[in-house]
Each structure stands twice: as structure tokens, then as C-alpha cells.
């Protein structure tokens, strides 16, 4: 069973990845962000994910440096934006982004989304910064099983890591298999489905029964699922309560009605409309 905050996957290249971290999608570059890493960060938290095209990469940065936190225990990812995807345009995002975040090395760098004709040269990018060894682990975002076995195809490195839309409305188990069987780590976006699911009547009964909340019910399924997860809030006390899940255990019985939820309906993706 999954103990506590600082426990971890290892990513198939031996890195260890924390099962739990912060998501930092819509806090605001300045006060918002540095504020959130920081209660995090304070609250155990080791993981944090931003991107390029969230603006705030300054600000996380500011809250890792001004923490007293070793860099070694940290895990920092960032994500290369559409419009930067190509080999000279990735090399030079993946530098801005390191001198915003202030880091010498990254811990795992993903490319945002599926850019058609454009992801394999990002991928080549990728493959050079990890094996310069400026980043621990390399993979992907919002990649479809067609959009992996295209890469793979053509590639000397499996991407470690495929962060998606995944919440109890949304499995995509299909894509889950696959990852399992290529040995990528899923990691869940949009956990909470932004807030949508937390008025749902299964989760709060569940919830009732292990005095949990709704939010403390999804983190744990995700990881019981072994989705890596990474709920994003800005107010100190979510973040604890969304950190305060490592010490009950959800049974297969209530795991099965979780799943049971589908819908194949997300945010940004609609498996019922393909
Ligand atoms: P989430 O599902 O994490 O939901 C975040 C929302 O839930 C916020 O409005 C937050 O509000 C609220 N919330 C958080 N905790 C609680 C709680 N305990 N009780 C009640 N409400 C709560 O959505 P995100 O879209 O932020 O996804 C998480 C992370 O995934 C992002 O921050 C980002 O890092 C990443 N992401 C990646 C994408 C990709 O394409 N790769 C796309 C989208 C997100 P408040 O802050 O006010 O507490």
C-alpha cells in the first residue's frame, strides 16, 4: 500500500517519480503560484507540475529557490507548448524554461499536446536533452495510442511518462493497457474534473464510509489505479486535505464502482464523439 506523500513510481529508466503532486495550471505568475509551491512544498509535497504555456514557470522557480527544500528531493516538470514543437524551437523553450524555473537540470519534460508533423522532431529534441542529461525523464501529453505507436515507431527512447485527461468520468482503459504494456506511467490530468465531480453521490457515500472526502476518495483511486496524480489548488487547506490520502485503502468493491462511473466524457476529451 502507498504510505505516504513521498512515496514514488520508478519510471522505467529508475527514476523515481512521486505519486502525488501539485498541478499549478491557472495559478497566476506572481503572489498565486509562489504562495501555492510553497504550502506545498512545506506541506511534504515534492512534485510539481507547470508548463510554458501556464506563465507561471517564474514563480514556481521563485517558491523552489526561497523553500528550504534540496533539489535532489524535488521533482519539477515542465512542458514544451504547441507552437515551440520542432527541434531548434524545442532546444531554445526547454532553455527559457530552465532559466524561468532557475534549475540547471529538470526532472521530466513533456511535449503538451500531439502536434501533427511536428511531435517526432520535438521528440528528437527530447532524446538529445536527455541524453546531454539535462532532464531525468522525457515523455508525453494528451497522446492517443495511435500518436505513441507513431512515435515509438520511429524513436530511440519510449517516452517514460503519458500525462492525460483521466478522472472517474474518464478511463480511457484502452490507453491505459497500452501504456501498461509499452511500461509508460500514466499521470492523470484534471483529476477533480475541475470540480465538476464533487457533488457526485457514489464518491460521497464512498467518501462517508472511510470519513474521506470526495477529493481524498478520487487521489486515492488514481493511485490505487497506479496513476500518478496531480490536483491543482491554490488555498492551503485543500492542499493538505488533497495530500491526506495515504493512510486508508479504498476496497476492489469500491475501486469496481468508481470505475463504473465512465463516461467516456472529459474536459477536452469525448471518447463518444471520435
Ligand atoms: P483539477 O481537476 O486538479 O481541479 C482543480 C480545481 O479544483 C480548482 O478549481 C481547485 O480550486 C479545485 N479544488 C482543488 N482541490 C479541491 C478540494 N479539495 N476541494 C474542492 N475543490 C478543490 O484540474 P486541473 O485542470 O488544474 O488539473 C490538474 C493539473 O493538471 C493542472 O493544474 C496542470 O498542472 C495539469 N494539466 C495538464 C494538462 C495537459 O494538457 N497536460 C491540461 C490541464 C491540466 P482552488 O485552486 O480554488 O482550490
Redesign the pocket.
Known amino acids: 500500500m502507498t504510505k505516504s506523500l513521498k512515496d514514488c513510481t520508478t519510471l522505467y529508466n529508475g527514476v523515481k517519480m512521486p505519486w502525488l503532486g501539485?498541478?499549478?495550471?491557472?495559478?497566476e505568475q506572481g503572489q498565486e503560484v509562489v504562495k501555492?509551491v510553497k504550502s506545498a512544498l512545506s506541506n511534504g509535497y515534492r512534485s510539481i507540475?507547470?508548463?510554458a504555456f501556464?506563465e507561471n514557470e517564474e514563480g514556481v522557480g521563485r517558491a523552489i529557490k526561497e523553500s528550504d527544500v534540496d533539489r535532489e528531493e524535488l521533482f519539477i516538470t515542465t512542458?514544451v507548448w504547441n507552437l515551440d514543437q520542432g527541434y531548434d524551437s524545442t532546444i531554445a523553450a526547454f532553455e527559457l524554461s530552465m532559466r524561468k524555473l532557475g534549475l540547471d537540470y529538470l526532472d521530466l519534460y513533456?511535449i503538451?499536446?500531439p502536434i501533427d508533423g511536428k511531435y517526432k522532431e520535438t521528440w528528437k529534441a527530447f532524446e538529445k536533452l536527455y541524453n546531454d542529461g539535462r532532464v531525468r525523464a522525457i515523455g508525453v501529453?494528451?497522446f492517443n495510442i495511435n500518436h505513441l505507436e507513431d512515435l515509438i515507431a520511429d524513436s530511440e527512447i519510449t517516452p517514460m511518462v503519458n500525462?492525460?485527461?483521466y478522472?472517474p468520468c474518464l478511463i480511457q482503459s484502452e490507453l491505459h493497457e497500452y501504456c501498461k504494456r509499452q511500461s509508460i506511467q500514466l499521470e492523470?490530468?484534471?483529476?477533480?474534473?475541475?470540480?465538476e465531480l464533487?457533488d457526485n453521490q457514489t464518491l460521497s457515500e464512498i467518501g462517508i464510509k472511510y470519513n474521506k472526502?470526495i477529493?481524498?476518495v478520487i487521489l486515492r483511486w488514481d493511485i490505487q489505479n497506479e496513476v500518478v496524480t496531480?490536483?491543482?489548488?491554490?488555498?492551503e487547506h485543500?492542499?493538505i486535505?488533497?495530500a491526506n490520502i495515504f493512510d486508508f485503502e479504498l476496497t476492489q468493491e469500491d475501486m469496481k464502482k468508481i470505475n463504473s462511473l465512465n463516461e467516456n466524457r472529459g474536459?477536452?476529451v469525448d471518447l463518444n464523439n471520435l
Open positions: 501539485l498541478g499549478v495550471y491557472k495559478a501555492s507540475d507547470t508548463a501556464y512542458k513533456l503538451h499536446w501529453s494528451n500525462q492525460i485527461e478522472h492523470a490530468w484534471a483529476p477533480l474534473m475541475r470540480g464533487l472526502s477529493t481524498q496531480i490536483p491543482k489548488s491554490t488555498k485543500r492542499i486535505e488533497n474536459i477536452a
